[in-house]
């Protein structure tokens, strides 16, 4: 435990709040500890400083805080609320204090006796190599070495917190050092000497930014799902949000997305609705293969992980946690993909704080900094290029559970305006069981895909255009409605059934790889901009049922198989039976096909 700086007495409990009265100084966001006697011994109870006023502080315990009274005395450290950042982080479950939890992975339910706080690095060897030189001048970031972490170079560097240049006084030969072993000396230029080991903190609170500079985000975060990648697209270092009722698929569209995302490493803090989701998702999580080597997900995977049956505090600080690892592996030129599960937990715990501390309300009793936050949360998201001129990202992606499926409420609204991407979940698709139940009406992104943006926009509005004949058709009947309308509907059903849904649990279709989107678009463009020769509704009905027969099989053929070229020749033959000619409109996408 860190040195004490100062100490003070409580003064008053309410809920996760303790209040306490102190002489000399106290940092706002400095961590103490409440000493709690118990039958079992003195326990310290961790709680970071919310506010100081005068010589009385407010501070949120991450604890239960069952059997504070008046007069316990706490302990100030005078350190940011931080982490431990260095090799062995992946691979981990760590509740939001970064306290490792494998029993909790395996046990399912056991959770932490509380003021227990663990190492968060594992107790072994790794084989350290050297890059840098004695006599090397060296700056924050910097790698001195390198050791592997599974599939990765983990970099070794100069601590982010170390802000002058220093000349490498020493470095360890290549060889086997636990993270606590020195393997570097650097000194500065008034010739103090720092010891380093494979191991340093930092503040949770503060961005990690000991790169050259942030770019734009533009190339796309492959998420191999269709409906995303094709329409409403990530960027790499981008920020999206997946807005949805309860139960519409938010917690599966994030597994999906962890398992076949482009990117090295997959963060999830998942603050849970209920205890019983993150329970599941550390069940299923270990026995989930990466597609990319066989070997478990996990290897490339972080979990932090805090239930509903946790402190408020505790999310918050899962939050912040999750993001600086994301930031500490970016800082290693890896592209990190940060899935925040539920952004709604943690705003509510805001909310109770504020609440707490007597704060003037804003929106539905939210604090009237919930914006500030939400957005300073999602700026931490980039790519950047780091000083040895690689680059490495973090994309965050968050999911918000508005209470009935309201997005009229604060958090989703705060989140709206700060992101790049918004995958609004729907219930009616959802109920319907129309999988990703991704609204396509309602969700936008600000980011370009792979696929000519002029070709989504023209099947973007035949899916809206289909969306009008179709609620007219609820009141007219179809039989008010004219074939031409009809038509349009039926090739806004075909595209929503064969392109927007997909099926996670089909080998070959819960993954499509994006050379394989461009390609199939291409097919559906041709038939959505086809002018086609029916007499009656019943023909063309029929006609689009036997086109998406062909289609869903033509989605569960091996990419670029002989099975996949048979049936596109037979779709394509369908299409020319009842082809007249082309949408005009069409006409200059159609020549830019293959
Ligand atoms: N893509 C999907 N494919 C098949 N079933 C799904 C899919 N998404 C969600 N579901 C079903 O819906 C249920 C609820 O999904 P979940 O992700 O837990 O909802 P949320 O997190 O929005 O509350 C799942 O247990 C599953 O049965
Ligand atoms: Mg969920």
Not at 111 to 132: H, I, Q, T
Not at 519 to 546: C, G, P
Request: charged share 25%; with cysteine; aromatic share 8%.
């Amino acid at each position: 435990m860190a040195e004490i700086q100062n100490t003070g007495k409580v003064v008053g409990v309410n809920g996760n709040m303790v209040t306490i009265e102190f002489a000399g100084k106290v940092l706002m966001n400095e961590v103490g500890y409440v000493k709690l006697q118990t039958p079992q011994g003195t326990k310290h109870l961790k709680a970071e400083v919310i506010r100081v006023r005068g010589n009385k502080a407010d501070l949120q315990v991450f604890e239960m805080t069952r059997g504070i009274g008046i007069g316990d005395t706490v302990e100030l450290t005078g350190n940011l609320l931080a982490v431990t950042l260095g090799p062995g982080l992946l691979g981990q479950v760590f509740d939001g204090l970064q306290n490792p939890l494998p029993e909790l992975a395996e046990a399912c339910g056991f959770f932490l006796e509380r003021g227990v706080y663990l190492d968060p690095l594992p107790e072994k060897e790794w084989e350290f190599s050297p890059v840098a030189k004695v006599g090397d001048t060296v700056a924050r970031g910097d790698a001195l070495g390198v050791v592997s972490e599974g599939i990765f170079t983990h970099r070794i560097m100069v601590p982010f917190d170390m802000y002058d240049t220093y000349k490498v006084k020493s470095l360890a030969p290549p060889g086997e050092y636990p993270v606590t072993a020195k393997v570097a000396e650097i000194e500065d230029v008034k010739g103090n000497v720092y010891p380093l080991t494979m191991k340093f903190q930092w503040p949770v609170k503060r961005a990690i930014d000991a790169y050259a500079e942030r770019l734009k985000p533009v190339d796309p975060m492959v998420t191999k799902v269709r409906l995303i990648d094709t329409f409403i697209p990530v960027a790499k270092g981008g920020t999206y949000c997946i807005p949805g009722p309860f139960g519409a698929g938010k917690t599966v569209l994030q597994q999906i997305t962890s398992r076949n995302a482009e990117v090295d490493i997959v963060i999830i803090a998942a603050c849970g609705e209920r205890a019983g989701e993150v329970v599941e998702t550390l069940r299923d999580f270990p026995e989930l293969a990466d597609p990319r080597t066989g070997n478990s997900l996990m290897e490339r995977t972080i979990i932090i992980c805090n239930t509903s049956s946790m402190p408020v505090a505790a999310r918050e600080a899962s939050v912040y946690t999750a993001l600086t690892l994301a930031e500490y592996y970016r800082q290693m030129g890896l592209h990190v993909l940060l899935l925040a599960d539920s952004t709604s937990r943690w705003a509510q715990a805001m909310r109770e704080m504020s609440g707490r501390l007597e704060e003037i309300p804003g929106e539905e009793a939210f604090p009237a900094y919930l914006e500030s936050v939400i957005a300073s949360f999602y700026e931490r998201a980039g790519l950047v290029r780091l000083k040895d001129g690689s680059t490495g990202s973090v994309t965050i992606g968050g999911t918000v559970s508005p209470a009935g499926g309201n997005f009229e409420e604060p958090v989703t609204q705060a989140t709206l305006k700060v992101v790049g991407a918004f995958h609004g979940l729907s219930r009616e698709r959802s109920d319907a069981r129309k999988y990703p139940a991704i609204d396509p009406l309602e969700s936008w992104s600000k980011y370009k895909g792979s696929v000519d943006p002029g070709k989504t926009d023209y099947a973007w509005d035949i899916l809206f255009r289909g969306n009008d004949v179709a609620q007219m058709m609820k009141v007219v009947g179809e039989e008010g409605t004219s074939i031409e309308d009809y038509i349009v509907y039926l090739k806004s059903d075909f595209l929503d059934a064969v392109y927007l849904q997909q099926n996670s649990f089909d080998p070959v279709d819960n993954a499509v790889p994006v050379d394989r989107q461009e390609h199939i678009f291409d097919v559906i463009f041709r038939i959505l901009a086809a002018t086609l020769d029916f007499q009656i509704k019943d023909e063309a009905r029929q006609y689009f049922n036997r086109m998406r027969q062909l289609f869903l099989d033509y989605n569960g053929t091996g990419w670029n198989s002989d099975e996949f070229a048979e049936k596109e020749s037979e779709i394509l033959m369908l299409l020319s039976s009842k082809q007249k000619g082309s949408d005009e409109n069409a006409a200059m996408l159609l020549e830019t096909l293959s």
